[in-house]
């Protein structure tokens, strides 16, 4: 099958080009570029002799006049089906898969969580059970280590080989995945003997279990409390924590789901002093607050995450990060639980609402709507939602570039649509939106998954099963 994407503004981390992009197969075979002067002087899609040489040989073309054209979103931080609290995320490999291909996310890198007492090559056979075969869009996984021992140390080197080269550790749920800085040193030698990285949930979750309890003992026990309970600031000194163990272990550090201020000036710190340390943050950091956390009656149970949502000022200062790269990436962190059966778990009790915010479909649209108001450019919104996760994360060129041999995946999208996020007309299973009523100019309007047209014109036209298993070689940031 041949594919002709024809008349559309290329957009790629070094910039814009109108260029046309043939497809073979899975793979892009081909990309020639309009005659940019003739085209900004009519209006239109300039003629090429390159593209009417391909038209013939395409069995389709696809009209991209007035739209960008993407490598395909990849989601460096989901969690399918992710047990947590007595309960599991509501979204299946595939349910959630789906989704990612409806808001233009064609790979995601979920996470196979070890459960204390068991292996970490037996977890990961666990994970494959559960999305061989049943995926849309392409997947990685990273592999949560809650149990260090000598038997999981040694095991990091299986993982690698099985191309699983990222391990995330916890700083906070003491008695679930909390490793002691000691665990996490060891976890990090080992890495950085490799050549993987540790991925870290940065917050003190020994503080925080106790200012837990006071809350609760003082009976304050509505959802706002999860925000009040985790402050910025243990979020701050587990970053630079972290980042001080890596560098005594000379390992680099990725540290997930960034949400402070305080945490950004460590990291931005450490950069700046040449230390391998990369960062991302999430949409939900980026245009919710406390104040949604504090909606009333039960309703801010919606928004408990970990870390939680902050007070506004944080936003306008991870928008900075990225654009000083201190934030290299942009991932969902999506964790979906449904409010009516699921996030009820904590009523009366904050410390038990399960933690997750559900976003996978959402991340490319909420992203270029910070192009739309000018907080990021349009290449810095490629670079990263899709072309810097695929460096970190070892897929690069394969994933995350438009370009001659790199997987067909491809995302043509319509800048100047408007939507409204609901629950109503999002494909995520979960029973409510995070960004319900939201207002958002730009759409997808096709999303290719190496080659095939997963989603077009409102219709998705995915299997599961489609999406593969993809073994990463290790983070480019460190060769
Ligand atoms: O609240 C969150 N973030 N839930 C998912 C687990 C994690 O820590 O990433
Ligand atoms: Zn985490
Ligand atoms: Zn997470």
């Given at each position: 099958?041949r594919?002709?994407?024809?008349?559309?503004t290329v957009?790629?981390?070094?910039?814009?080009?109108?260029?046309d992009v043939?497809v073979?197969?899975?793979?892009?075979a081909?990309?020639?570029?309009r005659?940019?002067?003739?085209?900004?002087?009519s209006?239109?899609?300039a003629a090429?002799?390159?593209?009417s040489?391909?038209a013939?040989?395409?069995?389709r073309?696809?009209?991209?006049?007035?739209k960008y054209?993407l490598?395909?979103?990849?989601d460096?931080h989901?969690?399918?089906?992710m047990?947590?609290?007595?309960?599991?995320?509501?979204?299946?490999?595939?349910?959630g898969?789906?989704?990612?291909a409806?808001?233009?996310t064609?790979?995601i890198?979920d996470?196979?969580?070890?459960?204390?007492?068991?292996s970490?090559?037996s977890?990961?056979?666990?994970?494959?059970?559960?999305?061989?075969?049943?995926?849309?869009v392409?997947?990685g996984?990273?592999?949560?280590?809650?149990?260090?021992?000598?038997?999981?140390?040694?095991?990091m080197?299986?993982?690698?080989?099985?191309?699983?080269?990222?391990?995330?550790?916890?700083?906070?749920y003491p008695?679930?995945f909390?490793a002691?800085?000691?665990e996490?040193?060891?976890?990090?030698?080992q890495?950085?003997?490799?050549?993987?990285?540790?991925?870290?949930?940065?917050?003190?979750g020994?503080?925080i279990d106790?200012?837990?309890?006071?809350?609760?003992?003082?009976g304050?026990?509505d959802p706002?409390?999860?925000?009040l309970?985790?402050?910025?600031?243990l979020?701050?000194?587990?970053t630079?924590?972290?980042?001080?163990l890596?560098?005594?272990?000379?390992s680099?550090?990725?540290?997930?789901?960034?949400s402070a201020?305080h945490?950004?000036?460590?990291?931005?710190?450490?950069?700046?002093?040449?230390?391998?340390?990369?960062?991302?943050?999430c949409p939900q950091?980026l245009y919710?607050?406390?104040?949604?956390l504090?909606r009333?009656g039960?309703?801010?149970?919606?928004?408990?995450a970990?870390?939680p949502?902050?007070?506004?000022p944080?936003?306008?200062?991870l928008?900075?990060g990225l654009?000083?790269?201190d934030?290299?990436?942009?991932s969902?962190?999506?964790?979906?639980?449904?409010?009516?059966?699921?996030?009820?778990?904590?009523?009366g009790?904050?410390?038990k609402?399960?933690?997750?915010?559900?976003?996978?479909?959402h991340r490319?649209?909420?992203?270029?709507?910070?192009?739309?108001?000018g907080e990021?450019?349009l290449?810095?919104?490629?670079?990263?939602s899709?072309?810097?996760?695929?460096r970190?994360f070892?897929?690069?060129?394969?994933k995350?570039?438009i370009?001659p041999?790199s997987?067909?995946d491809?995302?043509?999208y319509?800048p100047?649509?408007?939507?409204?996020?609901?629950?109503a007309?999002h494909?995520?299973?979960?029973d409510?939106?995070a960004y319900?009523?939201?207002?958002?100019?730009g759409?997808?309007e096709?999303?290719?998954?190496r080659g095939?047209v997963v989603?077009d014109?409102?219709?998705?036209?995915?299997?599961?099963?489609?999406g593969?298993f993809?073994q990463?070689d290790l983070?480019q940031?460190?060769?």
């Open positions: 099958m594919i002709l994407i024809s008349g559309g957009v790629t981390a070094s910039g814009t080009m109108p260029a043939l073979d197969g899975e793979k892009i081909a990309l020639t570029t005659d940019n002067f003739a085209e900004r002087r209006g239109q899609p090429n002799e390159h593209v040489a391909w013939p040989a395409a069995d073309i696809i009209d991209a006049t007035g054209v490598p395909g979103g990849i460096g989901t969690h399918m089906e047990p947590f609290g007595g309960t599991f995320s509501a979204d299946t490999f595939e349910t898969t789906r989704a990612a409806w808001g233009g064609t790979t890198i996470f196979a969580v070890q459960a204390k007492g068991t970490l090559l977890t990961l056979d666990k994970w494959h059970a559960k999305a061989d075969g049943n995926c849309a392409d997947y996984f990273h592999m949560i280590v809650s149990d260090v021992n000598d038997t999981s140390l040694k095991e080197d299986a993982c690698i080989a099985a191309g699983v080269n990222s391990f995330k550790m916890f700083m906070a008695g679930v909390y002691t800085d000691g996490i040193l060891l976890a990090m030698q890495a950085g003997r490799s050549g993987a990285i540790v991925m870290m949930h940065a917050e003190n020994i503080a106790q200012l837990v309890a006071q809350a609760l003992a003082a304050k026990t706002v409390q999860h925000g309970t985790r402050p910025p600031e979020e701050g000194e587990a630079s924590r972290a980042i001080t890596a560098k005594v272990a000379r680099p550090l990725y540290i997930v789901h960034l201020i945490a950004l000036a460590a990291v931005a710190q450490a950069r700046d002093a040449g230390q391998n340390v990369f960062a991302e943050t950091y919710l607050s406390l104040e949604d504090a009333p039960f309703e801010g149970a919606k928004y408990v970990s870390p949502l902050r007070p506004p944080h936003q306008q200062t928008w900075q654009r000083t790269n934030l290299s990436v942009v969902t962190d999506h964790c979906p639980f449904c409010f009516a059966d699921q996030k009820e778990l904590g009523r009790d904050f410390s609402i399960p933690n997750g915010i559900p976003g996978v479909e490319m649209d909420l992203l270029h709507q910070g192009v739309v108001t990021i450019s290449s810095r919104w490629v670079e990263i899709s072309t810097t996760p695929a970190m070892g897929l690069y060129p394969r995350g570039v370009q041999g997987d067909a491809i995302v043509i319509n100047l649509a408007k939507q409204i996020l609901s629950v007309t494909h995520m299973n979960v409510y939106s319900e009523g939201m207002q958002i100019t759409k997808v096709t999303t290719l998954s095939r989603i014109a409102g219709e998705y036209h995915g299997s599961a099963g489609h593969q993809l990463r983070c940031y460190l060769q």
